[in-house]
């Protein structure tokens, strides 16, 4: 069974700072990756997915991520915080097995200090 | 385009009763999904629909919960007999092709039981 850990339940930058949010999966198979993307009261939004095609994926907002099969990770990083950022934001994992579900991680609620 | 739709968007009952949510996905898409998001959690698989089939169930869904598809387009999930644990967001998302194709959600049904 696959699974996904996000280290830090919550993440405060200033705005202008680099955004780090971290992701580590457990899959058997090789992993389908998402980052989504959850404003309040609203549902989730797809920021980026990686397929097994290239290892930097890149994303909306200026969201990318990179895939480290040696890590087990997939970071999602952001050059330059802006206010709209915040917001919460999940990591999941699907596999190739033809499990339809993705399986989410715990969020990181992301903090952009002015 | 207009977005996966959830009603209603609020829904607070006392224990004991039934209650019943509405998901009308983006038409064109023939997977849908339900997913339930309790309070600083990430969201949970419920149940997967491909058309009118329910292909997968969550063993989070117990006997109480039912959920249909009668015609491949909407989707209704039923509780019965509510209880205070199933105080919840629960989300609807749906897809379209190929697997891993990614979720589409709405903005979810907030169920308060008291």
């Known amino acids: 069974a696959q699974s996904v850990t996000q280290l830090g339940s919550h993440v405060s930058v200033s705005e202008g700072a680099l955004v780090l949010l971290r992701c580590n999966y457990s899959?058997?198979?090789?992993?389908?990756l998402f980052w989504y993307v959850q404003y309040p009261n609203q549902g989730l939004q797809l920021l980026l997915k990686?397929?097994?095609?290239?290892?930097l994926v890149k994303g909306i907002n200026g969201f990318e991520a990179e895939f480290k099969k040696s890590e087990t990770s997939f970071h999602l990083t952001k050059p330059s915080a802006h206010m709209s950022d915040a917001a919460e934001y999940f990591c999941a994992v699907s596999d190739i097995s033809g499990n339809e579900k993705l399986t989410f991680g715990t969020g990181t609620r992301l903090t952009i200090i002015p | 385009d207009t977005g996966v739709s959830q009603d209603p968007r609020h829904k607070i009952t006392k224990r004991g009763q039934n209650v019943t949510f509405r998901c009308d996905p983006i038409s064109e898409h023939n997977r849908l999904y339900w997913y339930r998001q309790t309070l600083g959690q990430g969201p949970e698989f419920l149940t997967y629909f491909q058309n009118e089939a329910q292909l997968e169930k969550s063993r989070l869904l117990s006997d109480r919960f039912s959920a249909e598809r009668p015609k491949g387009s909407f989707s209704t999930l039923e509780i019965q007999r509510t209880e205070q644990g199933d105080s919840a967001m629960y989300l609807c998302?749906?897809?379209?092709?190929?697997?891993?194709?990614?979720?589409?959600f709405g903005n979810g049904t907030r169920l308060t039981v008291t």
């Open positions: 998302a749906s897809s379209f092709g190929q697997a891993r194709s990614p979720l589409h």
């Open positions: 899959s058997s198979v090789p992993p389908y």
């Open positions: 990686y397929t097994s095609a290239a290892t």
